[in-house]
């Protein structure tokens, strides 16, 4: 639902701590179907490892080819609207390498187990990938259905949940140049 948010503490590569934010921070309706802006928020230890995404979307990870508008925020500069040919690029991108497509398609469901994390306690279905070499908990209790995920290279725990969420980018989003073109503002 709109408004609803998942927070949590990552650390990649055994080095990089992150609080990583997923939010539904609005809808809206395109060509008769019902489109959802899905924000991905990382902050990390200094501005310049923060990063904005915001996704045009509509309600299922499988139909993320589907994406209709993006627009991301590097740190401290301006936001960027993609559209044209590099939109077309990442819809290609999007529907051949899905990772959560691949993740799923390479699980074993371990068993359902409690767990207890800095948001709480949740039921939750455990899933392996040996492919990977990764661990993920996952419950229909959370918004984004992540408790938590631990593998070679990360480890993602949720630490909070909520609703209301609003949009981290407060500016207009310019429109980002075509290669080798002007940038229209």
Known sequence: AVGRWAEYKAVYEKKNPYTVRYAVVGSDKRQGKNLKWVE??????????????????????REMGDVQEVVFKPGEKPAMKMNGMM???????MEKQSILTDLCNDVTLVGTESMSVPAGKFETRHFHSQKYGSDSWVS???PFALVKSVGEKHDMTLSAVGSGAKSSITEKPKEMPV??????N
């Open 40 to 61: 991905l928020r990382m902050t990390g230890e200094t501005k310049d490892k923060n990063l904005i995404y915001q996704m045009l979307v509509p309600g299922s990870p």
């Open 87 to 93: 939109l077309n690029m990442i819809r290609g991108q």
């Open 140 to 142: 229909s209790q959370v």
């Open 179 to 184: 290669m080798g073109g002007p940038s229209k």
